[in-house]
């Protein structure tokens, strides 16, 4: 087995991409009726899982890159089946956007409904069931912006997910970092908060997260591949796995570890809001330990992954 193969089925393992030939399947008249049912109007945490095709990741990832520190957004086919969303495929959207916000245009909707003509004319008729953006850096959790974005779309679609990407985390750890997302009806209070979700985001971006972390919640994310999803990316793999080698993790992401180090620094020193902070101080030594945790684990195989290459080609 040539030395690309065994680095992407490598990447397969890192990120349990598991196989699924049947999962394409899609019926619309059971879709119609899904949908016409609402069963996630009596139950505010329905949805429970989001399974994603590789490729789709592929096309997220790559157009997240392409956005370098500026945040990107798209729409995502597939289908619903039961308390799962399946996504197939993503459509990019030329948004506005900056580092830290992305807001779609009406120019951006009239290519996107060109696109979704374009799709039917060649049998593609799978709904948009999401969205998704990027998060440059600072993790996969929802903004303010973003919750209001979501819960409009939900009131609208009902059966919609969102899905946020982090393009540098996941070149640094050579693992997709990817989260999906529901917001919670207005109003709706969760009995169950989980401290230690916001490991890993900027101290700027703290206040944030700790204002609206209770108004939304994550599905377990599932990767899955057919047979020819897997020769597209394992093709896409061989052909540039070469330019992937000659990248350096550490040169390429330095700003990321310098920027990471500063806010571990900082974060000795930051008092969370009474609200947020849990069991007090205690809790915060934690996050701390946490954050310092990551941090090395990042850093650590970032070093081993240059010291390998300078071994086997210096």
């Known amino acids: 087995m040539q030395v690309e193969q065994v680095d992407y089925q490598q990447f397969v393992e890192r990120n349990n991409i598991l196989p699924d030939e049947s ?22 945490n329905y949805f429970k899982k989001c399974k994603i095709s590789i490729a789709a990741v592929i096309k997220m990832l790559i157009h997240a890159c392409l956005g370098k520190n500026n945040e990107v957004m798209g729409l995502m086919q597939g289908r619903c089946d039961k308390e799962t ?11 506005e956007a ?7 245009t009406p120019e951006a909707m009239g290519e996107y409904v060109q696109m979704i003509e374009m799709l039917e004319t060649v049998g593609r008729v799978h709904p948009t069931v999401g969205w998704y953006h990027s998060h440059p850096s600072y993790g996969c959790w929802l903004s303010g912006t973003d919750v209001q974005n979501q819960r409009l779309q939900q009131m609208g679609y009902g059966a919609f997910v969102a899905v946020v990407i982090d393009p540098i985390r996941t ?8 989260g999906a997302f529901r917001v919670y009806p207005d109003g709706y209070r969760p009995l169950k908060q989980n401290q230690d979700e916001n490991i890993g985001i900027p101290t700027q971006k703290i206040k944030d997260f700790g204002a609206y972390h209770d108004k939304y919640y994550s599905l377990d994310i599932e990767i899955f591949s057919n047979s020819i999803d897997s020769k597209i990316v394992q093709g896409l793999w061989e052909r540039y796995w070469g330019v992937r080698l000659s990248q ?14 500063c806010d571990l620094k900082d974060k000795c020193f930051i008092k969370y809001e009474q609200s947020y902070q849990g069991s007090g101080q205690q809790n915060n030594e934690k996050q701390q330990i946490k954050e310092a945790q990551k941090f090395s684990v990042e850093l650590a195989g970032a070093l081993l992954s240059e010291t390998v290459k300078q071994i086997l080609f210096q």
């Open 85 to 95: 969303f399946i996504i197939y495929d993503v459509i990019y959207l030329n948004a």
């Open 171 to 178: 070149m640094t750890n050579q693992k997709v970092d990817i």
């Open 98 to 104: 900056s580092e830290v916000n992305v807001t779609l």
């Open 248 to 261: 350096s993790i550490l040169e390429d992401n330095q700003l990321y570890f310098r920027q990471c180090l």
């Open 23 to 44: 999962i394409y399947h899609f019926n619309q008249e059971e879709q119609n009726d899904f949908i016409d049912k609402k069963p996630w109007d009596n139950s505010p």
